[in-house]
């Protein structure tokens, strides 16, 4: 079924999103055994410390989002300092849209990064229904369903902004009728989606 798929559909363009086509990835979610022993993985890490107060629980947390993901961050003792000083529970726990965007600039050797990615894994590993992902296969699913369908009428620098992005999703719930699933299973859908038909070029 998924080579009958793939083969109807050429590389960059995508079935039209659908409840069966996000159904369909979800189930697929649940067979990569390597994804899953991660989330599951990271899952316990989180549950276990759930709030942002020590420095050593901070650091583990990070550091395991940084290897699981492949986040790219070489200084993950900076970036832990930096989610303690911005004492993010309270937000957290309110589902504050604009965390994400206050924990990912950090500043390293004098040079301020935005690690907007990893902000959203880790807010979204505390509270995955209200912190969606954001990715570049996400990135380019809503960028190409975007132009095709014209569901919202954002530009690309718009994803970088947390709050928006998530009332993009929304429009792009609302747009192809998936109102019925969770941000965490669109987010899914469109990540693996995204993976097949946008892969990156190493």
């Known amino acids: 079924k998924k080579i009958l798929q793939t083969e109807k559909t050429p590389k960059n363009n995508p079935l039209q999103p659908n409840k069966s086509q996000v159904n369909f990835y979800l189930r697929e979610w649940k067979t990569l055994k390597k994804y899953k022993m991660q989330e599951e993985s990271l899952n316990l890490l989180f549950n276990e410390w759930p709030e942002n107060k020590e420095l050593e629980q901070i650091l583990l947390k990070v550091s395991a989002l940084n290897d699981f993901y492949s986040t790219n961050i070489f200084d993950t003792y900076t970036v832990a300092k930096h989610i303690l000083k911005c004492n993010i529970d309270k937000d957290l726990s309110a589902g504050n849209e604009a965390l994400v965007n206050k924990i990912a600039p950090v500043t390293i050797n004098g040079k301020t990064r935005n690690f907007y990615s990893f902000a959203s894994k880790y807010c979204s590993h505390h509270k995955p229904e209200s912190y ?71």
């Open 132 to 202: 969606p992902i954001y990715d570049s296969y996400v990135d380019k699913m809503l960028m190409h369903f975007k132009k095709k369908d014209k569901y919202d009428a954002f530009v690309k620098p718009n994803l970088k902004e947390y709050q928006r992005f998530i009332e993009i999703i929304k429009n792009f719930q609302k747009h192809y009728n998936l109102e019925s699933f969770t941000l965490r299973e669109i987010d899914i859908y469109l990540w693996l989606a995204g993976k097949e038909y946008f892969p990156n070029n190493y």
